[in-house]
């Protein structure tokens, strides 16, 4: 029997994906379940696993784009798998070892079955095309494929010929890479936030004194108990958490001509992972503890990092915190994550002079800023928000946890 595997849909209203990176080649044996490639859609990149066991035949290419329900590849369901690899009787030459010695034959192992047409090292038929079209020789390009052969990617990233240098020399190459499906869609939502919503930022800094107090005090005692460690996350997704119950348009969307608010707080979460920047969800972060917001941030950023993170775990927050100060970020104005209406921007932390009690003295000093949709929030509930969040963190002991830090931490 023939299975013809077609591409699943990964999530509501995705109707493509690309075909990222085949893990496996025309010819091989694949177990049912097993990731035989991995696929991006305009949220995320999954792997796609077999429908079945069987001898697989690859009807798509890297880098092409396929509709869900389109056909990628079909599994001979009644191939039986062998440990045997078939032997062939080539020539050697030996050559190789000995000039002094004649040609004799071998009984070798026959080489891996080829990827469709493909030879070692030479390109697939769409990577010829478009190298023939950039006048460029094959032997020139050094193939990323499997056994070296040179994929649809390599020939898109080869640079062209330089028909000269300039007076200094100087190299003058440049590449023309495809964005992926994902790249493609962030920039399409990012380009329809700026022109679509009435985007405005509101900043201001925040004390980190008395959370580096507290960290230092009991940082050890909570992950020797809990098994991670006491981040600055888990301070600023509480204080959040706080100013969207005191601020609820905050945390309300636009639709159509009416406004959506929510009674829970969905948190999402702004990740960089190998393909970019992902923004998984803290679902319903009103009722996390410290401990459990840490650990959540913990296992969505190891997915995150693995290329396991679903779509599911990154549909649905009600408001975004992003952290550039991890990349030392001094201040920036965050874009809104649609169809949200708000994002907070975290920053990074430096020592600078402040007054305290008539006196100037040093601190550990935290530019924050709140990108809000004024269509729907106004500035007097972006300043208020901004200012709970910033009393928040700079008095966690008082409105995080309840003048009771053992409690509040869970030790």
């Known amino acids: 029997m023939i299975l013809e595997m077609k591409v699943p849909s990964p999530g509501e209203s995705i109707t493509e994906v690309e075909i990222a990176t085949w893990l496996v080649k025309s010819g091989d044996y694949v177990e049912k379940d097993q990731a035989i490639a991995e696929v991006d859609s305009d949220k995320a990149t999954l792997d796609l696993p077999a429908e079945a066991s069987g001898i697989i035949t690859l009807k798509a290419e890297e880098g092409d784009t396929v509709q869900v329900g389109q056909v990628i590849c079909l599994i001979d369901t009644d191939a039986e798998k062998t440990n045997e690899t078939p032997e062939k009787s080539i020539e ?55 056994d070296g052969r040179i994929t649809k990617e390599d020939a898109i990233k080869a640079a062209v010929p330089s028909m000269g240098t300039s007076a ?22 990012l380009v329809s936030v700026k022109n679509e919503t009435a985007m405005l930022t509101t900043f201001n800094e925040v004390d980190m ?59 999402s979460i702004a990740v960089s992972g190998p393909k970019g920047l992902m923004v998984p969800v803290l679902r319903n972060a009103e009722t996390m503890t410290f401990r459990g917001v840490e650990q959540n941030i913990k296992e969505l950023a190891l997915k995150v990092r693995d290329g396991k993170i679903t779509v599911d775990e990154m549909t649905g927050g009600t408001f975004t915190i992003t952290n550039g100060g991890v990349f030392g970020s001094m201040l920036s104005t965050p874009i809104i994550n649609p169809p949200q209406s708000a994002i907070l921007g975290m920053h990074n932390i ?14 550990p000093m935290m530019y ?44």
């Open 92 to 146: 050697v030459s030996q050559e190789k070892l000995n000039e002094n010695t004649k040609s004799v034959s071998h009984s070798v192992p026959n080489p891996e079955p080829k990827y469709n047409s493909y030879a070692i090292g030479e390109a697939s038929p769409a990577a010829k095309k478009i190298l023939e079209e950039k006048n460029i020789a094959p032997s020139t390009i050094k193939g990323t494929g499997k």
């Open 168 to 189: 200094g020399n100087g190299a003058r190459t440049a590449q023309s890479v495809k964005l992926s499906a994902l790249r493609r869609k962030v920039a399409e939502r």
């Open 209 to 267: 004194s008395e959370i580096y107090r507290l960290r230092n005090e009991f940082k050890e005692e909570f992950k020797n108990k809990h098994g991670v460690g006491l981040g600055f996350m888990s301070f600023f997704t509480l204080a959040v958490v706080r100013a969207l119950k005191l601020y609820p348009d905050v945390n309300s969307m636009i639709d159509g001509n009416y406004k959506t608010s929510y009674d829970y707080q969905d948190i």
């Open 350 to 363: 430096v020592d600078r002079p402040i007054v305290k009690n008539k006196q100037i003295t040093i601190a």
């Open 368 to 411: 924050v800023a709140l990108s809000y949709d004024h269509r729907i929030i106004d500035g007097r509930e972006s300043v208020g928000f901004l200012v709970a969040v910033k009393e928040a963190v700079e008095n966690p002991l008082e409105f995080l946890m309840d003048n009771n830090p053992q409690k509040a931490l869970e030790l």
